[in-house]
């Protein structure tokens, strides 16, 4: 005991601060973000002041504050708006159902290219009929324009995706097509 004895107190100090970080962030009373804002500020200033008390802990203390420095922009939001989860948990959940959802349907252990082109639809609609079912007069787009600005982009991820499969199946002509419409297009006419 008498050995360890002056390790404690570090570790005791950095201890009380990441518990301290962890109370404020996660919002017991319930105020504003702005409030966490400053009652994280205050307490991250302090531990850059007496990060010294942490001793050998003194590098990890740095990283923690360097981090969360990288993480500050974005970690307030949750404050304000409503249902926001805090970490990102809750989404890989979610894409990890909708996984699970697509590998029972299909059979297939790998998600399809399908996710990748059309998942800003797909994956919208996956998880909304989890939650209840729609009648067909509710399935028609109501906002034309941004309906077709959404089809325009799927299709733009399908164009490219179609380029991308004529290019690995023959580069090279791929690449002379390409040069003749260049040349084309500089040559006058």
Not at 149 to 177: G, K, M, T, V
Request: charged letters at 25%.
């Amino acid at each position: 005991m008498a050995a360890t004895g002056p390790l404690w107190k570090p570790v005791y100090q950095a201890y009380r601060w990441v518990y301290g970080v962890a109370q404020i962030l996660a919002n017991p009373d319930g105020v504003s973000a702005v409030a966490v804002r400053r009652k994280l500020r205050a307490l991250l200033g302090a531990m850059t002041r007496w990060q010294s008390l942490a001793g050998d802990l003194q590098p990890a203390i740095e990283h923690f504050l360097t981090v969360t420095r990288s993480y500050w922009p974005g970690l307030f939001h949750c404050y304000d708006v409503p249902d926001l989860p805090r970490t990102n948990n809750d989404l890989e959940h979610l894409f990890g159902r909708y996984r699970h959802l697509e590998r029972r349907i299909t059979g297939r252990k790998v998600t399809s290219s399908t996710l990748v082109l059309r998942g800003t639809a797909r994956l919208v609609a996956a998880v909304v009929t989890q939650h209840r079912t729609f009648h067909a007069h509710e399935l028609a787009p109501h906002d034309l324009v941004s309906w077709q600005s959404l089809r325009n982009q799927l299709e733009d991820r399908c164009r490219q995706r179609r380029r991308q499969l004529r290019f690995r199946r023959d580069p090279n002509a791929y690449l002379a097509h390409l040069e003749d419409r260049l040349l084309k297009l500089t040559l006058p006419a």
